[in-house]
Nanobody, 123 residues
Framework: VQLQACGGGLVQPGGSLRLSCVAS????????IGWFRQTPGKGREGVSC????????YYQDSVKGRFTISRDNAKNTAYLQMNSLKPEDSAVYYC?????????????????WGRGTQVTVSS
């Protein structure tokens, strides 16, 4: 199983970024995908997850209405569209797989993790 998150960068408050999670080495649509973020000194927190087929999504309250998770199973890729970014969204973002169809946002139910991508929101 290989996962690679990409698309991070430096953006001003109010700006947008789209993260991608590119997967290989497994049957992508057998797994739900979650996005997590982590800042220095803090644990990894769940941001959003999407079911195997992509028809069900779940968001942390602080990102509802600003972030949109999606997936393209034909491309073995999941996305996290982040709009109206705030400085508190700054973190390293990771994607992960779960065998549960609707795993929620607890890191403990995710099996495999990719390398993260840094998102910095600053003026």
């Amino acid at each position: 199983v290989q996962l690679q998150a990409c698309g991070g960068g430096l953006v001003q408050p109010g700006g947008s970024l789209r993260l991608s999670c590119v997967a290989s080495g497994f049957t992508f649509d057998d797994y739900a995908i979650g996005w997590f973020r982590q800042t220095p000194g803090k644990g990894r927190e769940g941001v959003s997850c999407v079911s195997r087929s992509g028809d069900t999504t779940y968001y942390q309250d602080s990102v509802k209405g600003r972030f949109t998770i999606s997936r393209d199973n034909a491309k073995n890729t999941a996305y996290l569209q982040m709009n109206s970014l705030k400085p508190e969204d700054s973190a390293v973002y990771y994607c992960a797989t779960s065998r549960w169809n609707l795993p929620g946002l607890s890191p403990s139910v995710y099996d495999s993790w990719g390398r993260g991508t840094q998102v910095t929101v600053s003026s």
